[in-house]
């Protein structure tokens, strides 16, 4: 078993930055694509961005140039920083880790909120 925890969130100005941090029980990410996802309310949960264990990373046209994602292997803890902020950013934001190989295997977060308003 795999525990991830998400903080970070909270209410931020249009233009402002927020950093999510996801923090994992033990060492994974070798093994793991760590992934955020958010979801507003009214809408499907969408992947946000992704880090594969080989560092490789992809985003969702949206963030693009705005959010980006990253890992500290000896904290296990993977980032997502948020920059530019807009109002349609306002979700909760899930991490999310995936095994790539073996037996297929998903953790979840408890999610953190962020809310963008003026």
């Known amino acids: 078993q795999v525990q991830l925890v998400e903080s970070g969130g909270g209410l931020m100005q249009p233009g402002g930055s927020l950093r999510l941090s996801c923090a994992a029980s033990?060492?994974?990410?070798?093994?793991?694509?760590m992934n955020w996802y958010r979801q507003a309310p009214g809408k499907q949960r969408e992947l946000v961005a992704a880090?594969?264990?080989?560092?490789?990373?992809n985003y969702t046209d949206s963030v693009k140039g705005r959010f980006t994602i990253s890992r500290d292997n000896l904290k296990n803890t993977v980032y997502l920083q948020m920059n530019s902020l807009k109002p349609e950013d306002t979700a909760v934001y899930y991490c999310?880790?995936?095994?790539?190989?073996?037996?297929?295997?998903?953790?979840w977060g408890q999610g953190t909120q962020v809310t963008v308003s003026s």
């Open positions: 033990r060492s994974i990410f070798s093994i793991y694509t």
């Open positions: 999310n880790a995936d095994r790539e190989l073996g037996l297929s295997t998903n953790y």
């Open positions: 880090i594969r264990s080989s560092g490789t990373t």
